[in-house]
C-alpha cells in the first residue's frame, strides 16, 4: 500500500514479517479488534514520512507509528514498530499500520539484492525452534478424489525440509544406517509421513484456512487474515515451506479483493486457497508425499564455465510493488538461464530495467544488449531455478549474439505446439509450484495470424519444413552457432508452409499500459495473413491460448516481419514498438480464407462454468451464499446441463457442496449448533480439485487438432 503525504512524494510502507502483523493483532483486545478493518481503511488517508532510516504514520501529535525496516528493507521484529499512544504496543494505531503494510515474503531474494559473495548465498538454518503451536486437532479427511496425491516417483524431491529433532520427515531416511553402512543393492529408502510438529502446524493452518473459506472476503477481515500469517510463520518454523506460501498468496488475494485493486483476480485467489487446503489438509493427515512439505531456497553454487545467448526479455511488474525485467537465455547445450533485475518499483522500475547494466561479472552490457547478444562466462554462480547471479569469483566477457534461427536458438522451434503442451500440462497436477519447471519454459512457434478478436489475436501453426519439426534437418540444425534449415531470416526463399491445426489464440502477456504488449498486439492484428515467429508460454487456464514475448520474421516463403538489423531479427514485445514499416504491405498479406470464428472453445463452451461460478461464489460471498443458492434451487439447475454434457462426477460434487453449505446441526433441544466447516471445506476442495483436474485435460486437448488428445 502506498500513502502520500500531504505535499510530498508517495512514500511506500515497508513490508513486514507475517508474525510481526499477526501478534500486533492478537495483542488487541476484543474492543479494538472490532474496530482493525475501519482503522486499516483510515490508513490510506494518513499522512507518511521517511527519513530514509524510519517510516513514520501520523494518526495525531501523540500517535505517531514509527517503522524502522531492517538491511533487507523488511520490518523483521515487534520492536521496529512503535506508537506514541499512551496504550502502546497494545494499541490500535500500531496494529492498524502494521496490517496495512505489505506482507513479506520469506522467500523473496531479488536478483539485484544479491550478496558479492556467493559464499554468504548459503542459507542459514530457517528453523532454529519451534514455539507453542495453535489449533493441534487434526481435520478428520474423507476420502480424497482419485488423482489428487502426488505419487511418490524416483523424480519426486527428497528434500522435505523438517528441523533436526521435528519427530520425523517427509522425505526419504538415510541411506546408512547408524555406522553409515550402505544399504543392501537394490534397497529403495524408506518413506515417512510428516512429524508431529508438522502434523500440528498443519492443522493449525487447515483451521484458519477453513475459517477464511467459511466466511469468504467479506468475512476475512484482519483478524482471520492474522491468524492465517499466525499459522504460517508455525508452518514455516515447522519446515513447511509449501503451505506458508500458499497462506501468504491467500492473504495478499483477501486483501487485494477487499480493497477492489485493480490487478485482483478471483480465479487467482481461489487457487491459492484451493493450493493451501489440498496441501494443509494431506499434510494434517499424515500423508507421506515428500512433496508436500516443499522445499525451502537453496544457495546458489559456483565455479561452472558457460557461454550463454539471449533468447528474449520479459518486463515484471508485481502486484506487491516490485518491477524489473528478466532476460532469458540458452546455453550451448540446450539448457535454460535467466538473469533477473528486480527491485521495488513497479511500472517505472520496469521500463527503466529495460537497457539498465547486467551485474555479472565486469560485462559492461545493459539488458537489451544481452537478450540479443551472449556472455562468456567464468565461474559463474546459479541457482536451482537457472537464474545467473553476481559473485566475488565470476568473470563474463560479451560475445555476438545469434538469430533464432541458429542452434542453439533453434531447439526453441524444434517440436509443435501439441507437442510441448503434452510435455506442459502431463507433469503431476499437485507437485510443489516452485519446483514444476515446465509449466513456465518458453516455446517457440512459427504462426500466420488470422484475424483478432477482442484484445486476443487470432492465428495457426505453420507446417513444419520439409514434414519435420524445425531443428531436425541434418546437419545444418544440428552443428552450434549455424543456421537451421530455411535459411536465418525471413528474407531467404524457401517452401510454402500452409497453416494447419487448432485455431490459437495470443493474449498479452501482461496489458499493463506502460508496456508495449498490448500496442504491438494490435499491430500484428492489422496484417491478416502475416507470419510470425514467436517466442512465449502456453496460458495453463485457456484452450489453446500462447502468451508471446517476442516475435520475429519466419524463414522461408511468405510476408513476415521487416526488423532493423541492430534488432537481429526479434523484438521484445514488452519494450520493442512496432511500426507500420516493420510489416509488409498490405497487399502482400492475404488473409486467411477459413472462418477461424467458428471454432468454440472447448473450455469455454463447456457448461464446467458453471462448476467454477459456484466454486468462485463461495470464496468471495462465503457458506451462507453457497446455501442461499441452493435453497433458491439453482444447485438443481446447475447439475442437469453438467450430466447431459457428461460431467457427471462434477454434477455430483456440486450436490455435496450445496448439500454441506446448507447443512444444520441441532443439539438434542433442537438448538442450532456450529456444525463445524470441515466437512464443508473437504466439499468445496473436492469440486475445485476437479474443476482444475478436467479444465486441464481439456486445455491440452485444445492445442491438438480436433480437440481430441493423440
Known amino acids: 500500500m502506498t500513502l502520500p503525504a500531504p505535499g510530498s512524494p508517495a512514500v511506500r510502507l515497508p513490508p513486514v514479517e507475517p508474525h510481526v502483523a499477526a501478534a500486533a493483532v492478537e495483542d488487541l483486545s476484543p474492543r479494538l479488534r472490532k474496530k482493525l478493518d475501519a482503522a486499516i481503511e483510515r490508513c490510506a488517508g494518513l499522512p507518511v514520512t521517511s527519513d530514509g532510516r524510519t517510516v513514520s504514520v501520523a494518526w495525531g501529535e501523540d500517535a505517531v507509528v514509527t517503522l524502522t525496516p531492517g538491511p533487507a528493507g523488511t520490518v523483521t521484529d515487534s520492536g521496529a514498530a512503535l506508537c506514541g499512544c499512551l496504550l502502546a504496543p497494545r494499541c490500535l494505531h500500531r496494529a492498524a499500520v502494521l496490517s496495512a503494510c505489505p506482507v513479506a515474503d520469506p522467500d523473496a531474494f531479488p536478483e539485484s539484492h544479491t550478496p558479492a559473495d556467493p559464499d554468504s548465498l548459503a542459507e542459514a538454518d530457517p528453523f532454529p525452534g519451534l514455539g507453542s503451536l495453535a489449533g493441534t486437532g487434526t481435520p478428520a479427511a474423507p476420502d480424497v478424489p482419485a488423482g489428487t496425491g502426488a505419487p511418490a516417483g524416483p523424480d519426486a524431491p527428497v528434500e522435505a525440509g523438517a528441523p533436526a529433532g521435528s519427530g520425523g520427515s517427509a522425505g526419504a531416511t538415510a541411506p546408512g544406517g547408524a555406522d553409515g ?96 487446503l489440498l496441501t494443509a489438509g494431506r499434510l494434517a493427515a499424515a500423508d507421506p508425499d515428500p512433496a508436500l512439505p516443499g522445499t525451502t531456497r537453496r544457495s546458489y553454487r559456483q565455479g561452472e564455465g558457460l557461454r550463454v545467448h539471449g533468447i528474449c526479455r520479459e518486463p515484471v511488474i508485481s502486484a506487491t510493488g516490485y518491477g524489473g525485467v528478466v532476460t532469458h537465455l540458452v546455453a550451448e547445450d540446450g539448457r535454460r538461464f535467466s538473469v533477473a533485475d528486480v527491485r521495488p518499483g513497479g511500472a517505472a522500475r520496469a521500463r527503466g530495467a529495460a537497457t539498465a547494466t547486467v551485474a555479472i561479472g565486469a560485462a559492461a552490457l545493459d539488458h537489451a544488449q544481452l537478450a540479443r547478444g551472449g556472455l562468456l562466462i567464468a565461474g559463474a554462480t546459479i541457482s536451482p531455478d537457472g537464474r545467473l547471479g553476481s559473485g566475488r569469483g565470476v568473470r563474463a566477457s560479451p560475445v555476438a549474439g545469434l538469430p533464432w534461427s541458429a542452434w542453439p536458438l533453434a531447439a526453441l522451434f524444434a517440436r509443435p505446439l501439441a507437442e510441448a503442451a503434452d510435455a506442459t500440462f502431463s507433469a503431476d497436477a499437485w507437485s510443489d509450484p516452485p519446483e514444476d519447471e515446465r509449466s513456465g519454459r518458453l516455446v517457440g512457434c512459427d504462426l500466420m495470424i488470422v484475424g483478432a478478436e477482442g484484445d486476443r489475436l487470432l492465428a495457426r501453426e505453420l507446417s513444419p519444413l520439409g514434414g519435420k519439426p524445425l531443428g531436425e534437418s541434418d546437419p545444418l540444425a544440428a552443428r552450434p552457432g549455424q543456421p537451421a534449415a530455411g535459411g536465418p531470416s525471413g528474407s531467404e526463399e524457401g517452401p510454402e508452409r500452409p497453416p494447419h491445426g487448432p485455431l490459437i489464440r495470443l493474449t498479452p502477456a501482461d496489458p499493463h499500459p506502460e508496456l508495449a504488449h498490448v500496442a504491438n498486439l494490435r499491430q500484428l492484428a492489422s496484417r491478416p495473413g502475416l507470419r510470425v515467429r514467436v517466442v512465449g508460454r502456453l496460458d495453463p487456464g485457456r484452450a489453446a491460448t500462447l502468451r508471446p514475448l517476442a516475435v520475429g520474421p519466419v524463414p522461408g516463403a511468405g510476408p513476415t516481419l ?87 462426477t462434477a454434477a455430483e460434487l456440486v450436490g455435496a457442496l450445496t448439500e454441506e453449505a446448507d447443512r444444520r446441526a441441532r443439539d438434542v433441544f433442537g438448538r442450532l449448533v456450529d456444525s463445524g466447516g470441515d466437512r464443508y471445506a473437504w466439499a468445496w476442495l473436492a469440486a475445485a480439485v476437479h474443476l482444475t483436474a478436467t479444465e486441464r485435460v481439456l486445455v491440452q486437448a485444445s492445442w491438438h487438432d480436433g480437440h481430441a488428445l493423440r
Open 181 to 276: 553402512d550402505l544399504p543392501d543393492a537394490g534397497a529403495r529408502p524408506a518413506v515417512t509421513g510428516p512429524g508431529a510438529k508438522q502434523v500440528a502446524a498443519a492443522a493449525g493452518l487447515w483451521a484458519a484456512a477453513v475459517a477464511v473459506l467459511s466466511g469468504g472476503v467479506p468475512g476475512a477481515g484482519a483478524v482471520p487474515q492474522a491468524e492465517l500469517l499466525r499459522a504460517a510463520h508455525t508452518a514455516r518454523l515447522a519446515g513447511l515451506p509449501r503451505a506458508e506460501a500458499a497462506a501468504l498468496r491467500v492473504v495478499r488475494g483477501l486483501r487485494a479483493a477487499r480493497a477492489h485493486q485493480d490487478g485482483h483476480r478471483l480465479a487467482d485467489l481461489v487457487s491459492a486457497l484451493q493450493d493451501l
Open 562 to 648: 521487416r526488423l532493423p538489423a541492430e534488432w537481429l531479427d526479434r523484438a521484445d514485445l514488452g519494450y520493442d514498438r512496432l511500426r507500420g514499416s516493420h510489416l509488409p504491405p498490405l497487399d502482400a498479406c492475404p488473409p486467411w480464407q477459413k472462418d477461424a470464428a467458428a471454432e468454440a472453445d472447448p473450455v469455454a463452451g463447456s457448461p464446467l462454468w458453471r462448476v467454477r461460478r459456484l466454486v468462485e461464489l463461495a470464496v468471495s460471498g462465503g457458506r451462507r451464499a453457497v446455501a442461499e443458492a441452493a435453497r433458491g434451487g439453482d444447485a438443481f439447475v446447475q447439475r442437469a446441463p453438467l450430466r447431459r454434457a457428461g460431467f457427471g
